[in-house]
């Protein structure tokens, strides 16, 4: 997602790492429960074409919700999953389509920190065997005294000093700080140019949190560090990061300089999340007006664009579909009272139907019923919410004998579209998807 | 603002000196040691502090619903009644109608073989056997609709759920008993953040709609100020300061809560800032002020006695010796703590 | 460092408590005793496995205990008190083999099969399952018998027969082991720093797995010794030329049943249920202090904790309660 509008930021310098159009899918079983119901497996698109560079020296974050593709992204920059189709770059050599022993080499390269620093380190290892077996694995140091040497190093150098005290120690004697201080340590004693950072201080204390943050950064001035910070905490990556990329259902939804991003969210997801922070102080509230529902099943996503059912400046182009439909009834019959929502319920059939994502739909009529009855219940819905998104994708409705068809708006792909410094991947933002939906307006104006 | 509940002065859980000791086969681990505060009708308490701080030990011991391995001292007053030493039998049917509670994975504690309207049933089955059948059945719809669960997916498994949607429907299974108290335990921490400002607003809605008081764990200061009406600090197993949620932000009485502020990091935050040290151990905690060893502000008296709890000059309960009594604090006792500096590697 | 970590095996084992630390040493005191009787047989014994006389002459025919016979003689004119020893030699040699044998076969194979996955893990679990499937001693008389041309039917047959009963056992055990140390997220540390597939294997997964390993060895060893005595008294075990063996005593004692000779039976079978309670004792109590899930059970014992008189009231100035620090808190001057 390389648009005309990114410049170097101060201080970040040449092209480190070249992502494009990177995809990488997973193959899920369902539950126990879906495979004795028959329901068949499918694949998750958990990243979804993302295109991206990496400056030397620059903190890039990551930041999205569960499910958001963010974590398999940093995986698969390492190889430690492989990538579907696309390419990674790094200063030119390809990284994606390499055997474990051909990416060896370039692991010295690129490091990664995980989340939980307790499982990252086996623990029937000293820390001092821990922090120097990296070296054994490249076979760059031979002989006992000189790994001794070069973990005591490392050790002092992310702040576990004196290191004679933890050399021998096993890591279920260190603090969980100390834990991610050693994992620290045995990430940069390879000399690494990229470190991937996944939640490196999700799992620490508020008090301690700081301070690894601090560490980091001093690590990064020190060693010319590159960092990708993979995060769901907007707050700690404001403070932490260069440049931030949204991430939701597995693409890159805004990219752009850290300081934009905060003061001006251009896609309706950045700025909900911002909103969605609950700050440590009383005066400020969470609002209400948030995007409904939660992030949707990656196995069938949305068409068009992903965020959109859940996007409350949504409009006619951005996907509307069968099953948008019925979420919005749905939502409808909790407001109702039970006795209005049996009468309801009784006027409408099957709704699983409506499932399976289409941009034509029959909202079936109950059994012997009417469409005329079918039709009423969606006037009632449009009655109820008229402002709603949804509306304003439903192109027609027909009334037929068993029940009622409703066509939605053809669904576009966003694209990355650039704004200001940052990438936005969004229809509000293009111009060609605003320009229909005014046809689309003005079209359903004269049938009026 | 009702700070000390909706006007009837007393309060409905009122919590003295309560103490909640492990077992470990060595020296005890004191969880909770000396913690009293009370919370009254349709009020919000929230209970901060960092991990290992005794606060999921503090709710657990209100519920009864303790280990084998952990003794229990003091008193929990709930509706002028005792609940320490009570029965498990009937702590067990105080659970519920009285005393609702959320946890953190709802996951775990719905059952995978039920549907979610069997839940309800059961529930009101167990608890309030007086309603028929239909009225069971009306109770239950409403209170899941209420929630947000759609009304067609209520003959649905729990594994058929999101993570919010599950929340709701634990929280759902708490209010449809209509317990005068409950106490949720992290209810967000499991879920994202849109759906966590959701879950957020649902709890606002409860305080603002029904009588029910609610005992709110968390370690997230934001949360706190989100949704409570009063903030209990917790470090160490202790209450360390307890008041107005506003005005515990704005005017932080005790150094721990100051620097616990200070170190969070939210959007506002421009610098970094950390207490140094770690939490310490709960089986050997540091004497007197057991914040002391990490606290910036430490004085002599800090390391000999135990603070006594003082009104701070903004209305909110503290254990301090900056806050005095003066009359306690012996001749040389406000002259700066001496120690050692922190090694960098014990900080974290 | 050596020390540090031999003593970090060796911890649990100093530390464990109560009924776990009793059933571990009378385990180990049975097991060790049948292993002194092995290792010093030949001094212990007062004759010969084979031997059937003396410089006295030949020693009687289902001699009743005396003198000379502390426990008296067989049918075979035997001396029963050293065919029990000589028999603990066997027992323990052809156990101390078996083991070997299997924990080097089982253990390599369910890492390999755990780790690789795929289809070779497919064909090996299918392979073991059905060895498994098998009925155990049919199993070992098969093995027995197919080596007994090129072996003979000495104590190496033995092993090896036992060897193919117990192996998929450990195979097992360590590949589900495997399998889920496989997705710790120290494997992939490893993996991301660049380590080599074995050193994976040896380092990260070996090291975590292994520890499951001595318990099983240990139960299999009991299980063993009555998988080698059943071989004997079905005639497929050690030829009675080659080594004492109890199983085989005890098939020749059967007659001796009825006419009231008990000397004959009683000793073998009491060393095979001694040998196997002392194995089966060692190996649950290897388990319960080796097994941190049944040891975390154990230490959650209630412990009352004291209630110091006059508790903390509210605004009540309180002496530092607590015992001093251990760390160097400096104090005020």
Known sequence: MSGPGEQAEGGAGDTLLEVRDLHTRYSVRGSFFDRLKGRESGSVHAVDG???????????????????????????????????????????????????????????????????????????????ALVADPLRFHKLVSGREELRA??????????LAPASEFLDKYPTDLSGGQKQRAVLARAIILGPDVLVADEPVSMLDMSVRAKILELMLELKDELGLTYIYITHDLATAKFFCDRIAIMYLGRIVEIGPAPEIYARPEHPYTAALLRAIPEPDPRRTVPRDLPRGEVPDAVIPPLGCPFHPRCPKAFEVCGWESRDLRTLLEERWTRLSQDDYERERALIGDLDLLDQPATEVLLPAAEGGAGEEAAEVLEAMRAETPDDPFWSGVAATTVEPGGVRVRFETPREPRDIAVGRSVVHCHLHDPGAIAEAERIRSGKGEDA | MNANGNGNGEPILDVHDLRVWYGTGGEPVRAVDGVSFSIGAGETLGLVGESGCGKSTLGRGVLGLLPDAAAVDGSVRFAGRELVGVSQKEMHDMRGPELGLIFQEPMTRLDPLQTIEAHFREALHTHRPELDKEEVRRRSLEALAGMGIPRTRFAQYPHEFSGGMRQRIMIALALVLEPKVLIADEPTTALDVIVEAQILGILADLRRNFDTAILLITHNLGIVAEACDRVAVMYAGEIVEEGDAREVFAEPAHPYTRELLRSTISLETTGLNYIPGAP??????????????????????????????VRAPAGQRVSCWLHGPESEIPPGGREELERRQFLEAEEA | MRQRRLSRWLGPIRESTGVSRWILWSGVAIVAFFVVLAIFAPLLAPYGFDQVSDAAGRFPKQGSPDGTHPLGTTVGSYDVLSRVIWGARTAI????????????????????????????????????????????????IVIAFLLSDKLGQGVITAAVAITAVYVPQYFRVVRNHVISVREESYVDAARALGAPRRTIISRYILQNVVQSVPALATLNAADAILTLAALGFLGYGIQPTDAAEWGYDLQRAIDDAGAGIWWTGLFPGLAIVALVTGFTLLGEGLND?????????????????????????????????????????????
């Open chain 3, 93 to 140: 040699e052809v156990v101390l083999l078996a083991v070997v044998f299997s924990l080097v076969v089982g253990v390599p194979l369910g890492l390999f099969s755990g780790y690789t996955g795929g289809r070779a893990d497919r064909v090996l679990v299918l392979i073991m399952d059905a060895l498994f499937a098998f009925p155990y001693i049919l199993l070992a």
């Open chain 2, 280 to 309: 310490p151990s709960l089986i050997n905690p540091p004497p007197a002020c057991r914040f002391h060893p990490r606290c910036p502000s430490a004085m002599r008296v800090c390391a000999e006695l135990h603070p006594i709890e």
């Open chain 1, 50 to 128: 993302v295109t991206l560079d990496l400056r030397r020296g620059e903190v890039l974050g990551l930041v999205g919700e569960s499910g958001s593709g963010k974590t398999t992204l940093g995986r698969t920059l390492l190889g430690l999953v492989e990538a579907s189709s696309g390419s990674i770059r790094l200063e030119g050599d390809e990284l994606t389509g390499r055997s474990e022993a051909e990416m060896r080499p370039l692991r010295q390269r690129m490091q990664i920190v995980f989340q939980d620093p307790h499982a990252s380190l086996n623990p029937a290892m000293t820390i001092g």
């Open chain 3, 289 to 333: 202090v080796i097994n941190p899930l049944i040891r975390a059970r154990s230490t959650a014992k209630p412990d009352i904790p004291e209630r110091p008189g006059g508790g903390i009231g509210e605004g009540a100035a309180l002496p530092p309660a607590d015992p001093p620090p251990s760390s160097d808190d400096a104090r005020g001057p």
């Open chain 1, 150 to 159: 070069r973990a005591v190093e490392a050790l002092e150098r992310v702040g």
